[in-house]
C-alpha cells in the first residue's frame, strides 16, 4: 500500500540553525501539507500546498517557514533559523484531491525534531 | 473558529470491553469529522470520517462513530477491545472552505489482558 514517507526520523539541531525535514507523498497525490505536534501538545496545521504554490498557511508559519517540491517526488519543510520553541514532531501529509478536505489525508510518520 | 475536545488523555479497558473515546467539537457550520489511530513509531491513519449522509460511520478494524449534531459529538466506540487497539487516537474537523484538520489532543488507549 502506498504511504508517505519522511526523513530523518530524528533531527537534533542547534538553535539558529537551518534545518530542511523532507516528505515523499504518495506519487499521485497533489496536495501537500505539514502539521506539528509539540509535545504533549496537539497535532497543528502549519502549512498546505497545492500547484506549487501555499494554498493555506497557520500564523505558526511565518517567515522562519518555507515549503518547496524541489522535484516531482519530494515535499520540503525549511526553518531557516531555529528555535526552541520549533521542537516538536513533524508530521507531513498528502490527499488525492482537496474536495473541500473530504478527501483523506495520509500522514507521514514524522520527523522529530530537537533544537537544542 | 472550530476546536476539538477529547476528554480523557488516557483511557484503560479489559481485553474484550466496550472501547468508548469521546470527541466533542465547536463549529459555526456542519463540520466533516475523523478520528486517526496512530500506533508507536508509526504516522496517523485514518479510521473513519464523517462528511454527510448517515449519521453512524463505520471505519476499519472493528471501530465506529456517530455524529450527533445535537449534542456537538463525534465518539469513536468499539464493542470488544483487542490488545492490538492499544494506540494513540485523535479526533479532527474540518469544514468546507479549509483543507486544514484541527485536532484535538489525543487519547491513549491500553488495553488490559
Known amino acids: 500500500e502506498p504511504e508517505v514517507t519522511q526523513t530523518p526520523s530524528h533531527q537534533v539541531t542547534q538553535m539558529g540553525q537551518e534545518v530542511i525535514l523532507r516528505c515523499v507523498p504518495i506519487?499521485?497525490?497533489?496536495?501537500f501539507y505539514w502539521y506539528r505536534q509539540i509535545l504533549g501538545q496537539k497535532v497543528e496545521f502549519l502549512v498546505s500546498?497545492?500547484?506549487?504554490?501555499?494554498?493555506?498557511k497557520s500564523e505558526i508559519f511565518d517567515d522562519q517557514f518555507s515549503v518547496e517540491r524541489p522535484d516531482g517526488s519530494n515535499f520540503t519543510l525549511k526553518i531557516r533559523s531555529t528555535k526552541l520553541e520549533d521542537s516538536a514532531m513533524y508530521f507531513c501529509?498528502?490527499?488525492?484531491?482537496?474536495?473541500?478536505?473530504?478527501?483523506?489525508?495520509?500522514f507521514g510518520p514524522g520527523t522529530r525534531l530537537l533544537v537544542l | 473558529a472550530q476546536s476539538v475536545t477529547q476528554l480523557g488523555s488516557h483511557v484503560s479497558v479489559s481485553e474484550g470491553a466496550l472501547v468508548l473515546l469521546r470527541c466533542n467539537y465547536s463549529?459555526?457550520?456542519?463540520?466533516?469529522l475523523f478520528w486517526y489511530v496512530q500506533y508507536p513509531n508509526q504516522g496517523l491513519q485514518l479510521l473513519l470520517k464523517?462528511?454527510?449522509?448517515?449519521?453512524l460511520v463505520k471505519g476499519i478494524n472493528g471501530f465506529e462513530a456517530e455524529f450527533k449534531k445535537s449534542e456537538t459529538s463525534f465518539h469513536l466506540t468499539k464493542p470488544s477491545a483487542h490488545m492490538s487497539d492499544a494506540a494513540e487516537y485523535f479526533c479532527?474537523?474540518?469544514?468546507?472552505?479549509?483543507?486544514?484538520?484541527?485536532f484535538g489532543t489525543g487519547t491513549r488507549l491500553q488495553v488490559f489482558p
Open positions: 501529509a498528502s490527499s488525492e484531491y482537496s474536495g473541500g478536505s473530504r478527501e483523506t489525508q495520509y
Open positions: 506519487s499521485n497525490h497533489l496536495y
Open positions: 500546498f497545492y500547484n506549487n504554490e501555499i494554498s493555506e
Open positions: 463549529s459555526s457550520v456542519p463540520p466533516y
Open positions: 464523517y462528511t454527510t449522509g448517515a449519521t
Open positions: 479532527a474537523v474540518s469544514d468546507r472552505n479549509t483543507d486544514k484538520l484541527i
